[in-house]
């Protein structure tokens, strides 16, 4: 099985390069791991969000968390972000291709009415609050493991237009 992360691009993301934090995003679907190939993903995920449209993804205010790391926990600043209808719509038929497809999610409990979107803040990119981007691109990304300790390897990009 791959472990895969699916996220809404808010800065360039190339396709088949690696990250230790990847570029600004707002993840879709937390990892979760998958007994598919990259391109059946790609494929299915493609069919499912075809001419969707942009999503305007809305800064609302700065927090602090921590993610997981093999050793413990790293601390993390976010941005936390509107859920807006279109968001959360996006999100929500994210969520359903994946269980179509058998998805083991890692953290179940961040889907579906308990989504809290927002934009990790990475070196010195961060989504301000009270500002916008519009995005239209999902990026699948794999990883040997979700922890911050791997390298996430962006393995493709859909349109949203």
């Not at 859920?83 to 058998?102: C, F, K, N, S, V």
């Not at 961060?126 to 393995?155: H, N």
Request: aromatic share 8%.
């Amino acid at each position: 099985m791959t472990t895969y992360l699916v996220v809404l691009e808010l800065a360039p993301m190339r396709i088949d390069a690696e990250y230790h934090r990847l570029p600004l995003h707002c993840t879709l679907a937390f990892w979760f791991k998958l007994n598919r190939t990259v391109q059946e993903l790609h494929d299915h995920i493609a069919k499912s969000a075809a001419r969707f449209g942009t999503v305007d993804v809305q800064g609302t205010a700065i927090a602090f968390t921590s993610g997981a790391k093999l050793s413990g926990r790293v601390p993390l600043a976010v941005t936390k972000v509107e859920l807006t209808p279109r968001l959360q719509a996006l999100h929500l038929l994210i969520r359903d291709t994946l269980i179509g497809l058998g998805a083991d999610f890692i953290r179940p409990e961040f889907l579906g009415e308990s989504y809290k979107p927002h934009v990790t803040h990475v070196a010195k990119q961060k989504l301000l609050p009270g500002t916008a981007k519009t995005c239209d691109t999902i990026c699948i990304v794999s990883a040997p493991s979700f922890e911050y300790d791997y390298p996430r390897r962006v393995e493709s990009k859909i349109s949203l237009v």
